[in-house]
């Protein structure tokens, strides 16, 4: 296997954990398409809870807000040289079009510089060929190696370390 | 009406017929969430509340609720508070929404307040501000534009 792919095969694994780990997105079945130090892409597939607008099937604005979310920080961390807790400084979102009822969401989302206390990112949520429902520029802050519990490598690893 | 910058002042008048439940049940994330909103004592405007559900937790180490979830809260009580402005029954459609992660948000109730700082014709711009145990350490700020128009005559 080449290095690039075994990479993009532990991180999809250990960015699996990360999302399945957090109940909110594990409730709702989110799944980590792939993902390496360029790039995160997962997909949330289509539940009804996913509604802002009954009436007109539209999805609630606020989903993509906490799906962007979810894609950014998800791309932080294979971004950074150790893993390391960075919760969101702030996430600005672009609604470009309605995303509608019945049909999954994709996000891919990419960080585009690390700095020694930030990690500036940008992501993009679509559902079909028509084009992007929305846009996000998110920043994360980094608390550190000391500020981040061993437990937290440890959980996104941890069986890759057992099969090594 | 001429447009024009209105503050919270501007908003007064009579909320009779006004059923916020009515309209949170048009909002399935809203209530698989967990908001609430009451008559504001304070105001002329919306208080409004987040549940503390296990199912809203982003981060388990700490634990503190999820990031996304208290933005989707706010953008929930900037939708309100706007569709209470305008007395429209129709959900204004969502252009933009910045949000500022001021402090970590755990799992106890989280409340909102809305400021329509302008609501013209066609736009209108609403700043949320979002706290937990006092009003003056909020866990989260955010400013959102949306547009108002009539249904059919904007594509987007």
Known sequence: MHADSHS???????????????????????????????????RLP?????????????????????????????????????????PTLDLRVDHFRPAVAGQDLLVEARAVRVTASVVFTEGRAWQSAEGDVARAVGSFVRLGAHNTPPEFAEALFAEEDDHA | MPEGIRGVEGLSGPRNGVDLSAWLELMPYARRIGVSALSDPEGEGLLFRLDPRPGNVGNIMLPALHGGVVAAFMETAAT?????????????????????????????????????????????????????????????????????????????
């Not at chain 1, 999805?59 to 960075?86: F, K, N, Q, R």
């Not at chain 2, 929404?97 to 329509?116: K, N």
């Not at chain 2, 501000?129 to 547009?147: G, Y």
């Open chain 1, 46 to 86: 289509w539940h009804d809870d996913l509604l802002g607008d009954s009436e007109r099937g539209l999805v609630h604005g606020g989903v993509l807000t906490m799906l962007l979310d979810t894609a950014c920080g998800s791309a932080v961390l294979p971004a950074l040289p150790a893993p390391e807790i960075c």
């Open chain 2, 80 to 156: 309100l508070e706007l569709m209470l402005a305008t007395r429209e029954p129709r959900l204004p459609k969502v252009v933009d929404v910045s949000v500022d992660y001021l402090r970590t948000a755990r799992l106890v109730p989280t409340h909102a307040r809305c400021s329509l700082l302008r609501e013209g014709r066609r736009l209108a711009n609403v700043t949320v501000s979002a706290w937990q145990k006092e009003e003056t350490a909020p866990v989260a700020t955010a400013r959102l534009h949306f547009v108002l128009g009539d249904p059919g005559s904007d594509p987007a």
């Open chain 1, 8 to 42: 993009a095969a532990i991180w999809r694994r250990a960015l699996m954990r990360f999302v399945n780990v957090i109940p909110h997105t594990r409730e709702l079945g989110l799944e980590v398409l792939e993902a390496s130090p360029r790039l995160a892409r997962l």
